[in-house]
């Protein structure tokens, strides 16, 4: 009872979201997307022609490459257009909570789907395509000296 | 007469709910300039005419005699809202870009491009951007 007489009001106060408040550091839900440049159609592939293709025919049906390396497989001097496209659709749970004064811990639940794939074009010296890839970029320059350093450090997400 | 305290409830949670939205564009290099690239001529045009009329490369990759520059134009637009334990956003990146192939005698022999860095676009989450495709 209060001073004017009423009956205190009983029921979900204010204070049921304060928990999530206090807590607001130390958990979190993220949904993130992520789009980095254009998917190279398949069809678009189907027109390159391995042992016939040259350079300008192909930078005419695909434009500009994202990385440009050389290559000398066996021996013989060539060179690599590297496409690629990155798309991810990442869900995240995170718990983090304070171990000792100079540590933390982290624990995350996390759903990655994204990756960067590409395409990537083999030519020889005299600017003849030789052949084709396409998948994970990671995977198919992954004999190609050179394309460690340039393989985009952003896509690694933690 | 006294509103319900649920609704004054409702009322703080809301501010603080949607206390964060964020909208951010983000740039790397210059716009390249389309008609100047149209000026190239394979052929005739030498890396010095080039870096003339479209400055520094952002790259110049040696091909054992030959040279291959590239110039790009980057684009990241990102939209998002920041609640109070949830955080929602979306990211997009395109770019437009230019290789031009040298001979040993630094004169062009091919060049590619490509145009996208306007077609970066702003959405939230569940909002599917135009072209950008499912990964395979």
Same mark, same amino acid.
Do not use: K
């Given at each position: 009872?209060?001073?004017?007489?009423? *009956?205190?009001?009983?029921?979900?106060?204010? !204070?049921?979201?304060?928990?999530?408040?206090?807590?607001?550091?130390?958990?979190?839900?993220?949904?993130?997307?992520?789009?980095?440049?254009?998917?190279?159609? *398949?069809?678009?592939?189907?027109?390159?022609?391995?042992?016939?293709? *040259?350079?300008?025919?192909?930078?005419?049906?695909?434009? !500009?490459?994202?990385?440009?390396?050389?290559?000398?497989?066996?021996? !013989?001097?060539?060179?690599?257009?590297?496409?690629?496209?990155?798309?991810?659709?990442?869900?995240?749970?995170?718990?983090?909570?304070?171990l000792t004064q100079h540590a933390k811990g982290n624990f995350d639940y996390k759903l990655v789907d994204g990756s960067l794939h590409g395409l990537v074009l083999f030519f020889d010296e005299q600017w003849t395509l030789q052949r084709w890839r396409r998948g994970r970029l990671e995977d198919i320059t992954a004999d190609i000296e050179g394309a460690g350093r340039l393989r985009p450090a952003n896509t690694d997400k933690t | 007469m006294r509103r319900p305290s649920r609704f004054r409830a409702a009322a703080w949670l809301l501010p603080l709910l949607l206390a964060g939205c964020l909208v951010s564009r983000d740039t790397k290099n210059a716009p390249l300039d389309q008609q100047l690239v149209g000026r190239l001529e394979p052929g005739t045009t030498t890396a010095r005419d080039v870096v003339e009329m479209l400055g520094a490369p952002t790259e110049v990759v040696q091909l054992g005699h030959r040279s291959a520059y590239r110039y790009d134009y980057t684009t990241t637009k990102?939209?998002?809202?920041?609640?109070?334990?949830?955080?929602?956003t979306n990211k997009d990146t395109r770019s437009d870009r230019l290789w031009v192939f040298f001979d040993e005698n630094e004169v062009m022999t091919h060049f590619g491009k490509t145009f996208a860095a306007g077609d970066t676009r702003y959405a939230m989450p569940w909002e599917d951007i135009p072209g950008a495709e499912e990964t395979e």
């Open positions: 009872m209060n001073a004017l007489g009423r *009956q205190p009001r009983r029921g979900p106060g204010p !204070a049921w979201w304060l928990p999530l408040l206090l807590l607001s550091g130390c958990v979190g839900f993220h949904w993130e997307r992520d789009t980095r440049f254009e998917r190279v159609p *398949q069809e678009l592939c189907d027109r390159l022609h391995p042992g016939s293709s *040259q350079l300008d025919e192909c930078l005419a049906i695909l434009g !500009a490459p994202l990385w440009v390396w050389e290559t000398a497989e066996s021996g !013989a001097p060539g060179a690599v257009l590297a496409y690629g496209w990155f798309r991810a659709d990442d869900r995240l749970f995170r718990v983090s909570f304070p | 990102e939209m998002g809202m920041l609640a109070v334990v949830v955080i929602f």
